[in-house]
Every structure is written in structure tokens, then in C-alpha cells.
């Protein structure tokens, strides 16, 4: 739904689609082996690796002035993003 407030000719500014919303990347990774390997075990030595970021939260303030509200949790979209990903991409 974000992108259908984005006008690339009048709006000709990156903009990041998201929630804002922090989330910690070992939090996404879970619900993604949930719907796409159930059962598979995850192991975090709690280091990330030089440079890494432990979480995100995206800028969605230039969305935000277009008028978007996040209508979809991060769990809601991972899991339809593994949806889409096995019924389009691991066919191939």
C-alpha cells in the first residue's frame, strides 16, 4: 500500500517503506525460519559481527509526509513475504 503514495515524478526523493518501528534482526530471522524451515534452529552467539546492526529502524519520515501510516506489523510482513517467497522464488 506504501507505494501507491509515492508519485516517483512529484516525489522524486528516496523513500523508505517501513514501519519505523525498531526490530531486532534475530527477531526477524525467528519468524522468517518459522514459516520457511519449521523446526530449524537458530544460534546467536550474541556478537554480531564488526559493522552489523543488532537492529532497524528505518527513517519513514519522508512517507510519513505523504500522508502513510504503517498498516502491516513486521511479523504479519515476514510472514507473507516467506509466503510470496515459496510460492514464487524457490520453485524456480
Given at each position: 500500500?506504501?507505494?501507491?503514495?509515492?508519485?516517483?515524478?512529484?516525489?522524486?526523493?528516496?523513500?523508505?517503506?517501513?514501519?519505523?518501528?525498531?526490530?531486532?534482526?534475530?527477531?526477524?530471522?525467528?519468524?522468517?525460519?518459522?514459516?520457511?524451515?519449521?523446526?530449524?534452529?537458530?544460534?546467536?552467539?550474541?556478537?554480531?559481527?564488526?559493522?552489523?546492526?543488532?537492529?532497524?529502524?528505518?527513517?519513514?519520515?519522508?512517507?510519513?509526509?505523504?500522508?502513510?501510516?504503517?498498516?502491516?506489523a513486521?511479523?504479519?510482513?515476514?510472514e507473507?513475504?516467506?509466503?510470496?517467497?515459496?510460492?514464487?522464488?524457490?520453485?524456480?
Amino acid at each position: 500500500e506504501a507505494i501507491t503514495h509515492i508519485n516517483p515524478r512529484s516525489w522524486p526523493r528516496t523513500v523508505n517503506v517501513a514501519s519505523g518501528v525498531e526490530t531486532r534482526i534475530a527477531d526477524v530471522c525467528r519468524i522468517l525460519a518459522r514459516k520457511l524451515r519449521p523446526g530449524a534452529t537458530l544460534a546467536f552467539d550474541g556478537q554480531p559481527p564488526r559493522g552489523n546492526p543488532v537492529a532497524w529502524r528505518a527513517d519513514v519520515s519522508r512517507l510519513a509526509e505523504l500522508g502513510y501510516v504503517p498498516q502491516v506489523a513486521i511479523e504479519a510482513g515476514a510472514e507473507n513475504f516467506a509466503d510470496w517467497f515459496m510460492a514464487e522464488v524457490a520453485p524456480l
